[in-house]
């Protein structure tokens, strides 16, 4: 099995930064796409930040120039840099990313535990 640890959600005031930590543990023999998700309450969970096995990066609109995903896969980690942090990018957090284990044949989809981030103006 597959586990995601997310860390270093926080409060912040707005036009701060935090960094966000999502590190996978388990039997690991390959990671495909990793991902953050952001939700709100009543709302759907929010893809805004994809890397892929390559380093190719997508954002979205509403993050892209202040928000930087990265990854270190020597440490099976995902991270995400926030800068210029609005109120508006309260939320809880979710990192994602596809593993396949050894002797598995598909990549399975799995989901850190969420961390808060609560801007405040």
């Known amino acids: 099995q597959v586990q995601l640890v997310e860390s270093g959600g926080g409060l912040v005031q707005a036009g701060g930064s935090l960094r966000l930590s999502c590190a996978a543990s388990?039997?690991?023999?390959?990671?495909?796409?990793m991902g953050w998700y952001r939700q709100t309450p009543g709302k759907q969970r929010e893809l805004f930040a994809i890397?892929?096995?390559?380093?190719?990066?997508v954002y979205a609109d509403s993050v892209k120039g202040r928000f930087t995903i990265s990854r270190d896969n020597s440490k099976n980690t995902v991270y995400l840099q926030m800068n210029s942090l609005k109120p508006e990018d309260t939320a809880v957090y979710f990192c994602?990313?596809?593993?396949?284990?050894?002797?598995?044949?598909?990549?399975?989809?799995?989901w850190g535990q969420g961390t808060q981030v609560t801007v405040s103006s």
């Open positions: 994602n990313a596809a593993f396949k284990s050894a002797g598995a044949s598909t990549f399975l989809n799995y």
């Open positions: 388990g039997s690991i023999f390959d990671i495909s796409n």
């Open positions: 890397i892929t096995r390559g380093d190719s990066t």
